[in-house]
């Protein structure tokens, strides 16, 4: 099975979103995203990491990361799931397994290794979750991301870049911040 690393670049792909729309690794360069591959549509463990991550979609849209989950269902069932939980992100449907295996989020026999890849705007891996225990996993998302700020990494900035105007406005010209005390 192929594995993926970081450091690694993402693999090309090619799959459709929820709205039947083809989408391309060209398509989500840009900005740092997090994809990541689940299961099944409706199902306890997805729905509970689908939700958590729709929790927290305004904290990610003001870091300017982009969400995409990614399983085999069709389009009729992410269009079905992003309407019962009001799911403010997109997924893509792969349903032949491709773009899972290229991650290696493929095990032997074709099931889906619940998997979370951090990309960089260049679609560099910057940190990876596999195997994903759902309970507190956009926790340690998270924290990965602002790890990340902190080793200003590129695309991901820093939380002074990306919160400047704030934190003067707010605690001064020297504020100093506790990067860890975000809401869990």
């Not at 690794?25 to 997090?34: A, H, V, W, Y």
């Not at 951090?118 to 507190?136: A, C, H, N, T």
């Not at 990965?144 to 695309?155: D, T, V, W």
Request: aromatic share 10%.
């Amino acid at each position: 099975m192929k594995e993926l690393n970081v450091g690694d670049s993402i693999p090309d792909f090619e799959v459709v979103d929820h709205e039947g729309t083809s989408c391309s690794k060209e398509d989500i360069l840009g900005n740092p995203q997090i994809i990541y591959f689940y299961p099944k549509d409706n199902t306890p463990g997805c729905t509970k990491q689908a939700c958590a991550f729709s929790e927290k979609i305004d904290l990610l849209d003001d870091m300017g990361i982009s969400l995409i989950g990614v399983s085999p269902d069709h389009v009729k069932s992410h269009k079905k799931f992003i309407e019962k939980y009001t799911l403010p992100y997109t997924l893509f449907s792969d349903s032949e397994r491709i773009m899972a295996e290229n991650f290696g989020a493929l095990n032997e026999e074709r099931k889906i290794i619940r998997s979370t890849f951090l990309i960089d705007e260049e679609g560099v891996v910057q940190w990876i979750e596999k195997p994903v225990k759902v309970s507190g996993h956009v926790d340690r998302v998270i924290d990965a991301i602002y790890q990340l700020r902190r080793e200003n990494k590129p695309g991901f900035g820093t939380i002074k870049e990306q919160y400047g105007d704030f934190l003067t406005l707010s605690f001064g010209t020297d504020a100093n911040i506790d990067h860890n005390s975000h809401e869990k």
